[in-house]
């Protein structure tokens, strides 16, 4: 984490799964995220500090999250939702649960980003790539599609993260593309593959750095993220091309959740504020993820996003999928594996 950062996120004080700054007093602006403390409490701290506006946050998976905001109804205490991936928070817009967005922040960000009914804003995108290791793989060894990766002389040498959000919205993909008995086929001959199952993302890519195995699916930033750390880092990924279910472009993507009621124009605020050039820079420089807003540009050498050749699904079409993709994951066997 940068300087300019660091100082904040050390100041901040944090008790409990709901983390506030603020009175306490139940007044405050409630944020369900998915996205993890360590990346985002700084921004969401910076927001609380330039407004004035009291902010209580719950850390959590993203789907999970959904899950427990779509379980609590009317009662829930959640404002705000900010969401790692594009699945978990369409299954709330589909659920009835987000208000409209006001158009200003809807045109922030292309069409593609942002849900079709306005509910929901994508703020940063993330791409879904292989991350290999260099010392044991040349990069025209690594395959360009990930249904290659069933093949035997894959075996045991893939890592894959089934409970991670943004690998769900990869499966979610992966369903849109090629139907529901193709995508449990392939999942389950990933499991027969010997493929190693981990917590996260950067659980894969430190297994690929040590040599444990040497390929994993994974968001493209984890690795850009350790290279500026170390960049002797022995791994880099591996952009799909031809539209393969693994080059999705997935955003990070917030909404205004139907019980913010009052608290709806400090929600409205906190979304701007994610799509300020602020908070924009922040993605690029800190997270290393894309930018989708203000006109800013990568911090590192990636390829331009309208270059990238992901598939053609709609990022709203993602949420309504997201029980049945839980489903075939556990059907699968390699939620155990």
């Known amino acids: 984490m940068r300087p300019r950062f660091v100082a904040l996120a050390a100041a901040v004080a944090v008790a409990g799964t709901l983390a506030s700054c603020g009175g306490g007093d139940g007044s405050e602006l409630t944020i369900y995220s998915g996205r993890t403390k360590e990346l985002v409490e700084p921004l969401l701290e910076r927001f609380a500090d330039e407004t004035g506006i009291d902010i209580a946050v719950k850390y959590g998976d993203s789907a999970e999250l959904a899950l427990l905001i779509d379980t609590e109804g009317d009662r829930s205490p959640a404002d705000v939702f900010f969401s790692q991936s594009p699945g978990a928070i369409g299954f709330l817009d589909g659920r009835g649960r987000l208000v409209e967005l006001p158009a200003g922040v809807l045109d922030a960000v292309p069409e593609r980003f942002h849900a079709r009914d306005g509910d929901w804003v994508g703020v940063s995108g993330r791409v879904r790539v292989i991350v290999y290791n260099t010392r044991e793989t040349a990069p025209d060894e690594v395959p360009d599609s990930v249904f290659d990766l069933t093949g035997p002389e894959y075996r045991g040498r893939v890592g894959l993260a089934p409970t991670n959000g943004s690998f769900q919205d990869f499966v979610t993909t992966m369903r849109a593309l090629v139907g529901d008995d193709r995508t449990l086929e392939w999942l389950t001959a990933m499991r027969e593959n010997g493929a190693r199952t981990y917590p996260n993302n950067i659980a894969i890519r430190e297994a690929v750095a040590r040599g444990e195995i040497d ?28 539209g393969d279910p693994g080059s999705m472009i997935l955003t990070a993507a917030v909404g205004v959740l139907d019980t913010a009621g009052d608290r709806r124009a400090d929600a409205e605020r906190l979304v701007e504020f994610l799509l300020s050039r602020e908070a924009q820079e922040y993605f690029a420089e800190e997270t290393f993820e894309y930018p989708l807003a203000a006109g800013v540009e990568p911090a590192t050498d990636l390829p331009p996003l309208d270059q990238l050749e992901a598939p053609p699904v709609d990022l709203s079409d993602l949420g309504g999928g997201l029980e049945r993709t839980r489903e075939l994951i556990r059907d699968s066997g390699l939620e155990r594996a």
């Open 215 to 242: 390929f994993g699916l994974v968001n493209h930033y984890y690795n850009e993220q350790a290279k500026a750390e170390d960049p002797d880092t022995p791994t880099e990924n591996h952009f799909l091309p031809g």
